[in-house]
């Protein structure tokens, strides 16, 4: 475990705690002991990150989020604040079946305020959930979902400013807002998830 991280001194950081080299966990977070997190992420006031949670480089978790056993955070994803999580499909105390049901946040997904994320979902590269989406399916890479549920009616650029038809091929999906606005690190990853989507199209 790197040392070069940062915890305020309300957070909790339970020993065995794996935390990446820059990471910033603030005030009132609990990160449990089997969590680990990359390097560079950002835990926000009174964030809970659960045992086994592993969230990738650059992660951004804002203020209020819990994210549960299960759920899945892949690098440079963003949270927004008061997030909704699950881990449940059929949630009933004492029930001897209960398991846990997978969640995916994949790499460049930014999910917006108050947005609900039933278990079981996929979240794709760089695909973008409007504030208060209730997202109840799998969302494809670089496309936009809102409302309740969501419902994908755009797709996006990789540095989110430009919103685009539906029909727009991956290729036009790096644009000139892009290079100007994005991390080169981001942008190289947002390149490969546009050549993966256009060999699975």
């Known amino acids: 475990m790197s040392s070069n991280w940062y915890a305020h001194p309300t957070a909790v950081v339970e020993e065995g ?7 910033r966990i603030w005030h009132f977070a609990h ?6 997190l990359g390097r560079e992420v950002n835990i926000g006031k009174d ?9 990738g480089d650059g992660v951004r978790v ?6 549960y056993h299960g759920v899945h955070v892949a690098d440079w994803a963003f949270v927004g604040p008061y997030v909704v999580f699950t ?24 999910l917006g305020a108050g947005a609900i994320v039933r278990c079981g979902v996929r979240i794709g590269a760089f695909a973008m959930c409007g504030a208060g989406a209730v997202v109840t399916h799998d969302i494809p890479p670089f496309h936009l979902a809102v409302g309740l549920p969501a419902v994908t009616r755009q797709k996006v650029c990789a ?14 999906l790096l644009r000139d807002c892009c290079v100007e606005n994005m991390d080169p690190r981001v942008r190289a990853e947002a390149e ?9 199209a």
């Open 17 to 23: 705690a794996m935390i990446g080299e820059g990471t």
């Open 31 to 36: 990160v449990r002991s089997t969590a680990r």
């Open 47 to 55: 964030v809970y990150i659960d045992g086994d949670v592993v969230l």
């Open 62 to 67: 804002q203020n209020g989020v819990s994210v």
């Open 87 to 110: 881990n449940d499909m059929a949630p009933r105390v004492g029930n001897k079946t209960w398991r846990v049901v997978d969640t995916w946040l994949d790499t460049g997904a930014s």
């Open 159 to 172: 540095c989110g400013q430009t919103l685009l038809p539906l029909d727009t091929s991956y290729r036009e």
């Open 192 to 200: 490969r998830a546009i050549v993966r989507a256009l060999e699975r």
